[in-house]
């Protein structure tokens, strides 16, 4: 099954098409990683411009910067994405890249009811797969399976909080689910994300995940969301079942945050409120026949995007250079993919396809962490890079 097909790159775009101001990152062989303007005659390099997408993102108006920058011409979209995929790539050709560079990068869980609910099955499975059934019904039984509508650290939330106790069916879940404090933790490090039609990895020692789609807003170090685009927060529900201290090596492994196709910077065309109401579809093909269809609305989430922002960054944690945050998915596959009550977790090959009408679509193939590219390419050789090619100056340095 070939993820980097001519159906899939004609996705890559959100459904106005060039109508908003897409940045992207693509690597120019000779000369590295470069910010690129997606615009509807090619990928324009405005490195000049801004050396890198965190600069960009600092700036007073990102969109405004992205439309009038001028810049070399590098490539079509079509064959720059087409040439991504690393056991297809031509190596003397441009490549796509990740859309974020040295943001952190932030995820925010448990932001929706049904992957809350999910979560807490999770823990009391301790990892196996086959228990999660009886145990998800014994759940719902107890909570109920809307608590769209109660919200986090409220007296009604303290409320069912101090019943669920009673019963013993409070979790750690539950607590970041409907208590004040959300649950944001850092999924990978920077530079570390993988970007559209490469190779997304799963820990090879897993035998129970599944994809998180997500929609990923980008913040300034002042706390402003700028932008967003999408991601997928690649899960191991059997390392964090066993042990909510195994949540670095559930989510953090090489390979396993992508991010893409390109960031989409707040202009009139794409704001906050449009973040707000973006559904998200997911879709999963593997290379057996299987077929899983999800959507995921941030009409559901029990935090809103600048909550989870401001309990990120303030005086109490800065980013100087930004950071990316994935707001959470409401959507954790439950449908089985062998036998009876296993549910579902992914087969070497599956093609995961996160999709939004303004963001595009972010396409990878699912791959042992082991197996996928290596990780090289890190913030000394990024500085290293830009220096180099004299894209570093005293204002930027400062």
Same mark, same amino acid.
Not at 242 to 253: E, F, I, Q, V, Y
Not at 294 to 304: M, P, Y
Not at 336 to 341: A, C, I, L, S
């Given at each position: 099954?070939?993820?980097?097909?001519?159906?899939?790159? +004609?996705?890559?775009?959100?459904?106005?098409?060039?109508?908003?101001?897409?940045?992207?990152?693509?690597?120019?062989?000779?000369?590295?990683?470069?910010?690129?303007?997606?615009?509807?005659?090619?990928?324009?390099?405005?490195?000049?411009?801004?050396?890198?997408?965190?600069?960009?993102?600092?700036?007073?108006?990102?969109?405004?910067?992205?439309?009038?920058?001028?810049?070399?011409?590098?490539?079509?979209?079509?064959?720059?994405?087409?040439?991504?995929?690393?056991?297809?790539?031509?190596?003397?050709?441009?490549?796509?890249?990740?859309?974020?560079?040295?943001?952190?990068?932030?995820?925010?869980?448990?932001?929706?009811?049904?992957?809350?609910?999910?979560?807490?099955?999770?823990?009391? +499975?301790? #990892? $196996?797969?086959?228990?999660?059934?009886?145990?998800?019904?014994?759940?719902?039984?107890?909570?109920?399976?809307?608590?769209?509508?109660?919200?986090?650290?409220?007296?009604?939330?303290?409320?069912?909080?101090?019943?669920?106790?009673? @019963?013993?069916?409070?979790?750690?879940?539950?607590?970041?689910?409907?208590?004040? $404090?959300?649950?944001?933790?850092?999924? +990978?490090?920077?530079?570390?994300?993988? #970007?559209?039609?490469?190779?997304?990895?799963?820990?090879?020692?897993?035998?129970?995940?599944?994809?998180?789609? %997500?929609?990923?807003?980008?913040?300034?170090? %002042?706390?402003?969301?700028?932008?967003?685009?999408?991601?997928?927060?690649?899960?191991?529900?059997?390392?964090?079942?066993?042990?909510?201290?195994?949540?670095?090596?559930?989510?953090?492994?090489?390979?396993?945050?992508?991010?893409?196709?390109?960031?989409?910077?707040?202009?009139?065309?794409?704001?906050?409120?449009?973040?707000?109401?973006?559904?998200?579809?997911?879709?999963?093909?593997?290379?057996?026949?299987?077929?899983?269809?999800?959507?995921?609305?941030?009409?559901?989430?029990?935090?809103?995007?600048?909550?989870?922002?401001?309990?990120?960054?303030?005086?109490?944690? @800065?980013?100087?250079?930004?950071?990316?945050?994935?707001?959470?998915?409401?959507?954790?596959?439950?449908?089985?993919?062998?036998?009876?009550?296993?549910?579902?977790?992914?087969?070497?090959? $599956?093609?995961?396809?996160?999709?939004?009408?303004?963001?595009?679509?972010?396409?990878?193939?699912?791959?042992?962490?082991?197996?996928?590219?290596?990780?090289?390419?890190?913030?000394?050789?990024?500085?290293?890079?830009?220096?180099?090619?004299?894209?570093?100056?005293?204002?930027?340095?400062?």
């Amino acid at each position: 099954m070939d993820h980097a097909s001519s159906t899939n790159i +004609a996705r890559i775009l959100p459904e106005d098409g060039f109508q908003g101001a897409l940045v992207g990152r693509v690597w120019r062989p000779g000369q590295g990683p470069s910010v690129v303007a997606v615009r509807d005659d090619g990928l324009f390099d405005i490195s000049s411009t801004c050396a890198t997408v965190s600069e960009l993102a600092a700036m007073a108006d990102p969109a405004g910067v992205v439309k009038a920058a001028q810049g070399e011409r590098i490539g079509s979209l079509e064959d720059i994405a087409g040439n991504a995929a690393p056991d297809r790539r031509d190596a003397s050709k441009p490549w796509l890249l990740a859309p974020i560079d040295l943001q952190v990068v932030k995820a925010a869980g448990v932001t929706f009811a049904v992957s809350m609910l999910e979560r807490v099955i999770e823990e009391r +499975a301790r #990892g $196996d797969a086959s228990a999660a059934a009886a145990i998800r019904a014994e759940v719902l039984r107890l909570v109920g399976d809307d608590l769209s509508r109660l919200k986090p650290g409220s007296a009604e939330a303290m409320a069912l909080k101090e019943v669920l106790m009673a @019963q013993g069916a409070w979790s750690q879940y539950l607590e970041v689910g409907i208590g004040p $404090d959300a649950e944001v933790f850092t999924k +990978a490090p920077t530079l570390s994300s993988v #970007g559209a039609f490469m190779d997304a990895g799963l820990h090879p020692k897993s035998t129970w995940n599944n994809p998180e789609p %997500e929609v990923v807003v980008i913040v300034t170090a %002042e706390g402003k969301i700028v932008g967003a685009t999408l991601g997928n927060d690649v899960n191991l529900r059997d390392f964090e079942g066993r042990s909510a201290l195994l949540l670095s090596k559930a989510k953090d492994n090489n390979a396993s945050c992508s991010v893409g196709p390109f960031i989409r910077f707040f202009d009139e065309t794409f704001s906050l409120d449009d973040v707000r109401q973006t559904n998200v579809t997911l879709t999963v093909e593997g290379e057996d026949g299987f077929r899983l269809e999800g959507s995921s609305s941030i009409t559901k989430i029990s935090r809103d995007p600048e909550d989870l922002v401001a309990q990120t960054v303030g005086p109490h944690h @800065q980013y100087p250079d930004g950071f990316a945050l994935f707001l959470g998915t409401m959507f954790a596959p439950t449908q089985d993919r062998g036998e009876p009550g296993m549910g579902f977790t992914h087969k070497r090959g $599956d093609i995961v396809t996160i999709a939004a009408p303004k963001l595009g679509a972010l396409v990878n193939r699912m791959k042992p962490s082991s197996e996928c590219e290596p990780w090289t390419f890190g913030i000394r050789a990024l500085m290293s890079n830009l220096a180099q090619r004299g894209l570093i100056n005293t204002r930027q340095a400062g």
